[in-house]
């Protein structure tokens, strides 16, 4: 790769969650039966008009003053037209050389280096509707509740230099939309869609290679994995002195590789105009000052407070920030308790593990920061142990219970009580002459098993430093 | 005979009970049975619906309950215009069995009024025409004298409410289709100015030229059906938040001092003599009321057919593109999808249809949006311009509406000069004006359209200058000998 250069643009999809479409007051909710979430507006019957959503407006700004963009104060929306079942009215109302909101950029970091990742633009359009192949027949069928829900469509400059960096801009992207909470950003849902340019060009050149347009790719992954398979392709007909053809190709995530779609010469003639049902949107300067003024703390401002305010490590305060959710999780916990480093171990151990196994967002699981304050405090003063707050954990997680109550029904609570814990070591230190007789070798590890011993003989109740305690009393008293 | 009355005079026997609702409607349908099979002027009739309606509103009067304006007073609609439950064609055999699930919004007024629906009256298909001839199910024919064409593409509007079977009825004006219709048919009506009436349920033509509006039998009728359909509707995003004032209370006033401006492009070579003599006259008399009428310049007319011509039809081969055979309409048999949009837009839609959808397309094309589209945008706003310069003078232009009386079905058969037809009220939808077309007088035993341009939202004032010159004229209420043939009860 020395030789070359590898340039990549983006042009993402974000689905907003406004509660009613972009041009009628149809539900945008997801799941729904195939064409219930329709009207003769979404279905482009003859004689309707769309009338412009303002919330879809606002999200749309919102998410663009996130991704620090000027928005001017005149857009207007266009229409694309071409012929596709799922398109009612055959064509899209969409914006094309007036944007909603234009210049902005998003810093990112990869492999260690931070880079400021330029926007082109983000402008608001309606989605289409779906269509079902038939498995049985040569036949489709048709579901248009998608159709009319508000996208926004964001394109960065041709900025990225490797596939990483394009799946790190997508992650931080994720992160910021639902920082702004505009969106759910469910690529499995749809509400995030990426189409990828990339092309390559000699080291130090001041001008584009020959690109190719990357569809299709349906996770971050793919993303990174598709523009790596194209990357390669690329380099291997350039170092074979080969020439690129300008096309469209679509990523097969089984196979791993691309194929061509189209090339410029078939790309479609959209035939751009402005949309006359729709009057222009005049953005008034106080209304984008009052979205700005909404916007929430963003991940990055979020780190440097949780590493001042709280002390914590810049990599902690990273993982634990890249979330809205885990991060408003870990706020509210913090609100009740004193110990950060100790929270924050908690949610990027045990509970980061158990939503990733569900595959989950901690908003969707059962878990409540009220769980996590009532387990630490239960840590904190004794009643449980390290080991015992984790399998309690497992079950606050599986089934929403309260800590306290998982540890009386089960009776984890800890023994304090020397004499009860004395009568265990002594029992041990009987059934475990060889590591007894380590221990009082000089070899000190021997202790740890012992304990584990007593912990495994008392169900994991016994105090573990009274037991270690009492069990080095024993054993080196009886040296003498 | 009940079928003559006006829209005001059938609502005052209506209020004062000395006619039903049912007698009204009775009446039209009469006429409809009686004169229908030479007009033409109707793609559905809905009598069965229109009683049930009319016996409505005579219960709810016989219970004294307060009615609408329009109670009882039997209409017909443009069949572009969505009436929920009842076939809206367009014209078309693509929406030949198209039942809209709503209605439009001028419709679900004129019902809260208590106007009663006749029927869906003919056009040319999707409105593209100046003669019903492009009608894909047949030609209206103009009551004046069946050979001939009533203009278009309102044609079976116009020619309903001039033959006695409508008391009034609605049509749309993209480029002329109100007015020309109305000139022809010896009729009134009005373009309202762009957002004056709400769009929503008019089945888009040209969607930054398409008005709804009245066409009626005096100008009276004319601003009482304006005022029921005029206002801000929220489902339309281009209708104005402009006051909807009652448009009867301007009639009565005089036009003593009113400033008429009167374009010498409108009275160019193309304009037959009689018409311009008719409007001449026209002109006179306005003056002998008072009125002081100046020639003036509006230097940018002669481009207004061929930015009309690049804009409308640009618009329209979006707003037709929906019509795929996909969920709604006609479509044909086919192996796959191309093939499916292919021939059921072949065989769906007709030749004329056919021709803006690709000119409209061409003009959209990149490599040419700019020549075309964008330079007809500019033209378009220059043609504003003149409008504007004069409206800061004057209060109201008076032009012919049409240059030549209405012509024989089928004589027209080269484009040019059927889209010529247009030259004389393009204008004031390019520039969004309100427009009105009466009567004054006739050209070799035929109708000649007088045509009032005012300002923006100055429909009062238009109405003003054309009920004046009616009262005048002597020419109020002309009957074509078809409709007037059954003088039974008079």
Known sequence: MSKYETVIGLEVHVELSTKTKIFCSCPTDFGSAPNTNVCPICLGMPGTLPVLNRKAVEYAIKAALALNCHVPSYAKFDRKNYFYPDLPKAYQISQYDLPLAVHGYLEIECDGVKRRIGINRVHLEEDAGKLVHSEFGDYSLADYNRGGVPLIEIVTEP??????????????????????????????????????????????????????????????????????????????????????????????????????????????????????????????????????????????????????????????????????????????????????????????????????????EINESRLTPAHLLELLKLVDEGTISGTIAKTVFAEVFESGKMPAEIVREKGLVQITDEGAIAAIVDQVIKDNPKPVADYREGKAKAIGFLVGQVMKLSRGKANPELANRLLRERLDSQLD | MLAHLTVAELAEKLQKKEVSAREAALAALEQIEALDRKIKAYI????????????????????????????????????????????????????????????????????????????????????????????????????????????GSSGGSAAAVAADEAYFALGTDTGGSIRQPAAFCGVVGLKPTYGRVSRFGAVAFASSLDQIGPMTKDVRDCALVLNVIAGLDERDSTSADVEVSDYTAFLEEDIRRMKLGIPKEYFAAGVNSEVKAAVRKAI?????????????????????????????????????????????????????????????????????????????????????????????????????????????????????????????????????????????????????????????????????????????????????????????????????????????HE
């Open chain 2, 44 to 151: 559905t009739v809905t009598a069965d619906e229109a009683l049930a309606a009319a016996d409505a509103v005579d219960a709810r009067r016989s219970k004294g309950e307060k009615l609408g304006p329009l109670a009882g007073v039997p209409m017909a609609l443009k069949d572009n215009l969505c009436t929920k439950g009842v076939p809206t064609t367009c014209a078309s055999k693509l929406l030949e069995n198209f039942i809209p699930p709503y209605d439009a919004t001028v419709v679900e007024r004129l019902r809260q009024a208590g106007a009663v629906m006749l029927g869906k009256t003919n056009l040319d298909e999707f409105a593209m025409g100046s003669s019903t001839e492009n009608s894909a199910f047949f030609t209206t024919r103009n009551p004046w004298d069946t050979a001939r064409v009533p203009g």
């Open chain 1, 159 to 360: 900025d990225l230099r490797s596939p990483a960096e394009a799946k790190a801009f997508l992650e931080k992207l994720k992160s910021i939309m639902l920082y702004t909470g505009v969106s759910d950003v469910k690529m499995e849902e749809g509400s995030l869609r990426c189409d990828a340019n990339i092309s390559l060009r000699p080291v130090g050149a001041d001008y584009f290679g020959v690109r190719t347009e990357i569809k299709n790719m349906n996770s971050f992954r793919a993303v990174q994995r598709g523009l790596e398979y194209e990357e390669q392709r690329h380099l291997e007909i350039l170092s074979a002195g080969g020439e690129l053809v300008q096309e469209t190709r679509r990523w097969d995530e089984d196979k791993g590789v691309t194929y061509a779609m189209r090339s410029k010469e078939e790309a479609e003639d959209y035939r751009y105009f402005p949309d006359p049902d729709l009057v222009p949107v005049i953005v008034d300067e106080a209304w984008v000052e009052e979205i700005r003024k909404s916007l929430p703390e963003m991940p990055e401002e979020r780190r440097q407070r949780y590493m001042a305010e709280w002390g914590l490590s810049s990599y902690d305060a990273e993982v634990i920030t890249a979330s809205k959710a885990m991060a408003d999780f870990f706020e509210a916990v913090m609100a009740d308790y004193h110990d950060a480093k100790t929270a924050a171990n908690w949610m990027m151990g045990e509970i980061a593990k158990h939503l990733n196994a569900a595959g989950i």
């Open chain 2, 284 to 488: 006179d008399l306005l003056v002998s009321l008072g009125a002081e009428a100046e020639e003036i310049s509006l230097p940018h007319t002669e481009y207004g057919i061929p930015v009309y011509y690049l804009i409308a039809p640009a618009e329209a081969s979006s707003n037709l593109a929906r019509f795929d055979g996909v969920r709604y309409g006609f479509r044909a048999e086919a192996d796959n999808l191309l093939d499916m949009y292919r021939k059921t837009r072949s065989q769906g839609l007709g030749s004329e249809v056919k021709r803006r959808i690709m000119l409209g397309t061409y003009a959209l094309s990149s490599g040419y949006y700019d020549a075309y589209y964008l330079k007809a945008q500019k033209v378009r706003t220059l043609i504003k311009n003149d409008f504007d310069r004069a409206f800061a003078k004057y209060d109201v232009l008076v032009t012919p509406t049409t240059p030549t009386v209405a012509f024989q079905v089928g004589s027209v058969s080269d484009l040019l000069t059927m889209y010529l037809n247009d030259i004389l009220t393009i204008g004031a939808n390019l520039a969004g004006l309100p427009a009105v077309s009466v009567p004054c007088g006739f050209a070799g035993g035929l109708p000649v359209g007088l045509q009032f341009i005012g300002k923006p939202f100055a429909e009062g004032t238009i109405l003003r200058a054309a009920y004046a010159y009616e009262q005048n004229s002597g020419l109020r209420k002309s009957k074509p000998p078809i409709a007037a043939g059954g003088e039974r």
